[in-house]
Antibody, heavy 121, light 109 residues
Framework: EVQLVESGGGLVQPGGSLRLSCVAS????????MNWVRQAPGKGLEWVSYISGSGGTISYADSVRGRFTISRDNAKNSLYLQMNSLRAEDTAVYYC??????????????WGQGSLVTVSS | EIVLTQSPGTLSLSPGERATLSCRTS???????LAWYQQKPGQAPRLLIYGASSRATGVPDRFSGSGSGTDFTLTISRLEPEDFAVYYCQQYGNSPRWTFGQGTKVEIK
């Protein structure tokens, strides 16, 4: 069974930094595009960032562009989200999700369990 | 940017009843780009429908998706106790790459 396991969440002060990790298993990680999606407490889902299988194509939501950096290490089957200049409104559960796109199929087929990030003084 | 608007915000129904959830997009989108997810408290979202009408692996056939253009529907033919959850539609786009609706909560009446 495909597994995505996030880690790195926690409590951080406004203006601080945090790095999330997502380790993948049971599939060829480098062959799949990956995303980060977040969910503020009691709120809906918000897409955060995308990275292609090679890491050569990246995109961000306007709300995090310039502050967050997505990356991956295919040798370690790992996805990362470096979050800088954190704000209270970045408080959320952050999910990594595997993307399927192309051939008339566009969706996220596997999700991690989520990692809670709390930005507060 | 394409906006997804889901309605109603909350649907109060009894087990065995039919649920009809709506997702409207601000511009016409390809059916291929529209998916639906189910999320239960404390859990990650689960893919239900992709390509507007194709059920994901393992999804019961009481779940069905339909629609085209700007109007899409998720129907649960007979609600089971495990179906009470929040449902999100999702659209693949250009910028931003992915957009979600705000969700519809299906609660027990």
């Amino acid at each position: 069974e495909v597994q995505l396991v996030e880690s790195g969440g926690g409590l951080v002060q406004p203006g601080g930094s945090l790095r999330l990790s997502c380790v993948a298993s049971v599939f060829t990680f480098s062959s799949f595009e990956m995303n980060w999606v977040r969910q503020a407490p009691g709120k809906g889902l918000e897409w955060v960032s995308y990275i292609s299988g090679s890491g050569g194509t990246i995109s961000y939501a306007d709300s995090v562009r310039g502050r967050f950096t997505i990356s991956r290490d295919n040798a370690k089957n790992s996805l990362y989200l470096q979050m800088n200049s954190l704000r209270a409104e970045d408080t959320a559960v952050y999910y990594c999700a595997r993307e399927r796109s192309g051939s008339s199929r566009y969706f996220f087929d596997y999700w991690g369990q989520g990692s809670l990030v709390t930005v507060s003084s | 940017e394409i906006v997804l608007t889901q309605s109603p915000g909350t649907l109060s129904l009894s087990p065995g009843e039919r649920a009809t959830l709506s997702c409207r997009t601000s511009q016409s989108v390809s059916n291929s780009y529209l998916a639906w997810y189910q999320q239960k408290p404390g859990q990650a979202p689960r893919l239900l429908i992709y390509g507007a009408s194709s059920r994901a692996t393992g999804v019961p056939d009481r779940f069905s998706g339909s629609g085209s253009g700007t109007d899409f529907t998720l129907t649960i033919s007979r609600l089971e106790p495990e179906d009470f959850a929040v449902y999100y539609c999702q659209q693949y786009g250009n910028s931003p790459r992915w957009t979600f609706g705000q969700g519809t909560k299906v609660e027990i009446k």
